[in-house]
């Protein structure tokens, strides 16, 4: 049986105890109508933001395989499209950037699925799913039908969704509105890293192939481009998020940890969960004695198998920069990346 070790980019994990593959639509309304009411599904993408436990799972992984990228509005300056969910999200960006379409550069390079980005509103780069997203078609657990859900309806915030947060189905499709820029430039640049690299200011805009390339070399650096000969990939991207904490919580940190305001009134300030790790001693390449598991040697985040790791090994190192973050900074960094039959 094919096993999580093969189906995710972690490479870790025991095997399910059946597997579907649905390559449309309808397959997918119809595996997933079969095994929901089992409670023991999973929904896959590309797995590269799954981990699963070494002892595997004891039901159906339903691969989402589907694929197609569809026009529903064109009236010159925008272009609303919908995409099956079983579309590589960074296949649907090459497209949108070979159209002269803007809106999804700057997430070039995102690993998974279009049905998975949803889940956790995947961002990179100063753009967010959320604010290209228009609404989503959703089979959820027990209906006989699909729905369709508006963006307004997802809870949208920052890696997390109301799918993320507990409610149970199959996103069938993404809608999306992108916009056409005259001249095939991108959205102004709102990320100072890509900025520079772009040797431009923040707000600025570039031709949309420059925009691409430059966050694919970028991503490529850090080790977060999917690459089958760089260990430093073999990971879910950022294994911890960054954590949002009250500003007066803030206040007692170094005055040099980074951090950025989340709401307008500023009680809340997002903080830079590689600072923290790195500040509480853990280095990038850090192994625990005789582990395969290690931070990324390029990216403090990535919680990396450097070959035949199990679930179990990359599970101790988090639970370890866990402690030494709480030790150090009185924070329990979360987990970004989805657990299953696995705990820290
Ligand atoms: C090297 C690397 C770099 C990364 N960089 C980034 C980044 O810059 N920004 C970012 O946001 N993320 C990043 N990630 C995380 C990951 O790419 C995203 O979370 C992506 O959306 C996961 O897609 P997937 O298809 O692999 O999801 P999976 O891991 O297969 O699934 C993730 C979750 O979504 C659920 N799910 C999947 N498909 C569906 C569906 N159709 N309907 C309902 N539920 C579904 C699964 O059950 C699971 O709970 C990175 C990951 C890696 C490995």
Redesign the pocket.
């Known amino acids: 049986m094919t096993s999580f070790a093969q189906l995710?980019?972690t490479k870790v994990g025991g095997s399910p105890r059946a597997l579907i593959e649905a390559t449309t639509r309808d397959e997918l309304i119809a595996a997933y109508s079969a095994t929901a009411s089992h409670h023991q599904v999973?929904?896959?993408?590309?797995?590269?933001?799954?981990v699963v436990g070494d002892e595997g799972f004891d039901g159906t992984v339903i691969l989402?395989r589907s694929q197609g990228i569809e026009i529903l509005r064109d009236n010159g300056n925008q272009v609303d499209v919908r995409v099956q969910?079983g579309h590589g999200?960074d296949d649907f960006v090459l497209w949108a950037v070979e159209q002269g379409l803007a809106g999804v550069e700057g997430?070039s390079g995102?690993?998974?699925?279009v049905?998975?980005?949803p889940?956790?509103?995947?961002?990179?780069y100063g753009q967010e799913l959320q604010s290209i997203t228009l609404g989503v078609d959703f089979l959820p657990e027990g209906a006989s039908e699909p729905e369709r859900m508006e963006v307004s309806e997802l809870g949208f915030a920052f890696?997390t969704s109301v799918?993320?947060q507990g409610l149970t189905?199959?996103?069938?499709s993404v809608d999306m509105r992108l916009s056409r820029p005259a001249g095939g430039l991108s959205e102004p640049i709102a990320y100072e890293q890509l900025a520079t690299a772009l040797n431009l200011r923040l707000g600025d805009t570039a031709p949309l192939t420059a925009v691409r390339e430059r966050v694919l070399e970028l991503?490529r650096s850090k080790?977060?481009?999917?690459d089958a000969n760089d260990p430093d990939?073999n990971?879910?991207?950022?294994f911890f998020m960054n954590p949002i904490v009250r500003a007066s919580f803030a206040l007692d940190l170094p005055l040099e940890a980074p951090r950025w305001p989340v709401d307008e009134d500023g009680k809340l300030v997002k903080l830079s969960a590689a600072w923290l790790i790195e500040n509480a001693g853990v280095t990038k390449g850090f192994a625990l004695p005789g582990s395969r598991a290690s931070v990324s040697t390029k990216h403090t985040l990535?919680l990396t198998n450097r070959g035949g790791a199990t679930t179990e090994e990359v599970l101790e190192l988090a639970r370890y920069i866990q402690a030494v973050v709480q030790s150090n900074f009185g924070l329990i960094l979360q987990p970004e990346a989805?657990l299953i039959n696995a705990e820290i």
């Not at 995102?110 to 699925?113: A, D, E, K, Q, S």
């Not at 189905?169 to 069938?172: E, K, P, R, S």
């Not at 990971?235 to 950022?238: L, M, R």
Request: glycine share 18%; net charge positive.
């Open positions: 995710t980019t999973i929904v896959l993408g590309q797995g590269s933001n799954t989402v969910a999200w997430m995102i690993p998974g699925t049905g998975a980005a889940v956790q509103n995947i961002g990179a890696r799918f993320k189905g199959v996103i069938l991503r080790g977060m481009l999917l990939t990971s879910t991207g950022s990535a989805i």
